[in-house]
């Protein structure tokens, strides 16, 4: 929270935190450093930990359900059909006249989840045949939706010619320059319960790695479980990309990690994955802000940089499975 | 008291695969089914288990249609094991197993859930397999644990079943006393010593009460330990009954097409069958 074009040493950040409290401390502090902490730098970090957060416990609810490592739904179109979804919302709320406000962020936010679970029935269905998934087939169709979606946006922001909706850079890449207050509410009210959500539906996850009719021998309603999934990771796709735009492969290197550090069990992947990904994420923020300061990086440069190899690499020890 | 399959018929496209079909297994007893490839057989325990739905008769278990029971209350009546072995992510071989038992504790292993998979693991011999990842085990190991998790769904603990109708823990579900086993080839994989090993654990099954239906290509191995077998051929039950009854050699090269010695075992009561070379395909 010290690091950035406007240098808070520790000292002063809590000096700053208790002079809002009503306390005294032996720390002085700058008026420019105290509106920049509160109002810019606070929200910018619990903003980039709560996207952080639900892009990997997204990615675990998708490769829970695919049965595969290898889903991110920053890569296969579930993030292209939000950025679709947040760039149509922002032109609303723009024509409304309520693109500052509460109702303008839930506009954005709530069109783009509508448009990540669009996004998702369409991969879904192609991606499954006889309700059993190809994997292979889902990442085909997943990158070419994604293409498309964002041809979509591209087309959107275009004919918008407006500065609200934000730059194609903005939605496939990422940023928390511009994150607000309000954005911090809306993706707190709905991340936290959607990861619990996600966490209580792990043994069922866990008993889906065995197979579609499997899970059915053993009581689960598979359908249900694809649906109340699918909407979970659409929820928390939605949201991470109304706040942040597309971010990817954070959604596909965080679950793989945190399955390394607490074992396959959904439950605990989802938690830890959760805290995993609001790490990572601010510390990559951080990383984009100071790096070439004071001009910022776009953070999904930094998580692709890292993602990209990544995929590959998990590529490579799956062929074998992949094969089948 | 059963789990019968009335009169079931599954066409898809112009192929039938199940042609009036009736069998039933009831408690305590070991049915084998066995029959050439294409015979049915793994349709018969699909449509048993209701994965799918017959085109025409019925399905039943205890008197009521299998597609009318309550997904939970199904599974804690039947386990299913598929000839399906692949396991996403790096499950081991342990977890693997304990996902019989999610019917019963719903997500959190009980300390009785996890002493009834430490002994069937014992029981296939995989203990030592326990700390494993599934995918990396043989396909004869992969069997053993797959066995050990179907039977796991509808098993008691020994304690329970020495209480026989005795109160259960208060947080553990009690299992109904009507359960069955639907096994789809579960020796197929394995060695001799490891088949044996199997039918045994499947024979305790039964005299706990478990009615145990099993596909089996191994006639010897049918032979042994079922008390019934039922022959399928293009989607029909050809013959059933006692082993001495189905295991004669005319029944088995019409169904098979291949000639068959069948003798009486040397030390056994039960036939013994043997497949003779022949240079004829094995089709008319």
Redesign the interface.
Known sequence: MGIGAVAIAPAEIVAIVLGRLGLASPWTYSEQQETVLTAIRIPRVLATALVGAAWATAGVGMQGLY???LADPALLGIGAGAALGAALGTAGAVALGVAAELAGHVLVAGSAVAAALVAAAILYRVASASGRVVVATMLLAGIVLSLFLAALTALVLAAGRSPELGSVAFWTLGSFAGVTGADVVIAALVVIPAVIVLA?Q???L??L???E??A??????VDRLTIVVSLLFALLTGVAVAVAGVIAFVALMIPAVA?AWVG??H?AVAGGSALLGATLLVVADVLARSLFSPTELSIGVLTTLVGAPFFLWLLLRDRG?LA? | MTYAAEGVSVRIGGATLLDDASLEVGPGEIVAVAGPNGAGKTTLIGVLAGDRRAGHGAVRLGGRAVADWPRLELARRRAVMSTDRTVAFAYTALEVALMGRLPLHGGDPTDEDRQVIGDLLVAVDCAHLAARVFATLSTGERQRVSLARAIAQVSDTIDAAEQAGGQASEEHVVLPDERYLLLDEPTSSLDPAHQHLAMRLLRREAQAGRGVLAVLHDLNLAAAYADRIVLMARGRVVASGSPAEVLRADLLESVFEIPMLVIPHPHLSHPLVIAEPTTSPPWR
Do not use: K, Q
Not at chain 1, 216 to 221: Q, R
């Open positions: 049965r595969t490592p209580r792990g043994p069922r866990d008993a790695a065995l197979g009719s499997e059915g021998h053993l009581g689960i309603d399955r396959r069990p439950r499975l089948r």
